[in-house]
């Protein structure tokens, strides 16, 4: 079965976008380097605000025929041939594909309340693709929105980025809770969390060091810990290139630890038989 990892989290400004914009191209340069069978990873991008897709693509002008809107609009029978024709390769790499986003998936939440089966719309379109992906990556808006709630019914772990300043257990086991209910809610027992990355890790702050600590000695919380990711700026310059980190510097700490989740989750991925 191959594995979908949405990023979520109903706090913005958490590092979302970056995480799994940078996670999904590692993957695929790890899986290409182990001669995996299989190496391309989708990234499928349900915030309408579009991050992902932007710096992935460099465009933003995705519209009703050709993003994730017209998959999620589309008659049930068609919806997984129409998501495939929405799909593109990615500037970064040509084994990473990315199902965009458009402003227009503000008003898909809209149009499909109500909806018998609304919420099943994305997991059941991208479980008739699926196989063509080493993994799936799916980004997420922050709020629990219908949106996450497909994201979250679509995939089969969760990663929750937050910041340290974020980093309260009540805060963090709200979060878990809200995901462990759309599980239970919706009857999608192979959901789970998966992972937290603390990321915008500033080791100079006090603070910062004391919530991390914190956070690695909670019984619950802290086993679930999958990564930290220091505040570095290539994170703004690589975004502002439309870059990934790796590219725009290896070096940079950032990418490093980026690069230390990426081998976790390839790790899980062929424990898991990909």
């Known amino acids: 079965m191959t594995r979908a990892f949405v990023f979520t989290n109903h ?26 069978p299989n190496h391309r990873v989708l990234i499928v991008d349900t915030d309408s605000q579009g991050h992902a897709t932007l710096v992935t693509t460099g465009r933003r002008d995705f519209g009703p025929q050709d993003s994730l809107y017209a998959a999620l609009m589309a008659e049930r029978e068609q919806a997984a041939q129409t998501l495939l024709g929405c799909i593109v390769a990615s500037q970064w790499d040509a084994d990473l594909h990315v199902a965009p986003a458009s402003p227009l998936l503000e008003g898909a939440e809209r149009e499909l309340m109500g909806v018998a089966g609304a919420p099943y719309r994305l997991a059941d379109a991208l479980s008739r693709i699926a196989n063509q992906y080493a993994a799936i990556v799916i980004d997420t808006r ?9 994201a979250l019914l679509a995939a089969t772990d969760a990663i929750v980025p937050v910041e340290p300043r974020y980093l309260e257990t009540v805060g963090l086991t709200s979060v878990i809770q809200k995901i462990n209910d759309i599980r239970d809610g919706w009857r999608h027992p192979t959901l789970r969390v998966s992972g937290l990355l603390v990321t915008k890790m500033n080791g100079r702050i006090r603070g910062h060091n004391h919530l991390l600590a914190q956070l690695k000695a909670h019984p619950l919380l802290g086993p679930l810990l999958l990564g930290v990711i220091p505040a570095n700026e290539a994170v703004s310059y690589a975004h502002r290139n439309h870059q990934s980190l ?13 690069a230390q989740v990426v081998a976790s989750l390839v790790r899980y991925l062929a424990k898991e038989g990909v």
Not at 246 to 254: G, Q, T
């Open 11 to 36: 706090k913005g400004g958490v590092g979302k976008s970056t995480s799994a914009t940078n996670i999904a191209l590692g993957m695929v340069s790890l899986l290409r380097h182990s001669k995996a």
């Open 142 to 150: 922050p709020s629990f929105s219908l949106l996450t709630e497909m």
């Open 246 to 258: 790796f590219s725009y510097d290896p070096r940079a700490s950032a990418s490093k630890a980026y």
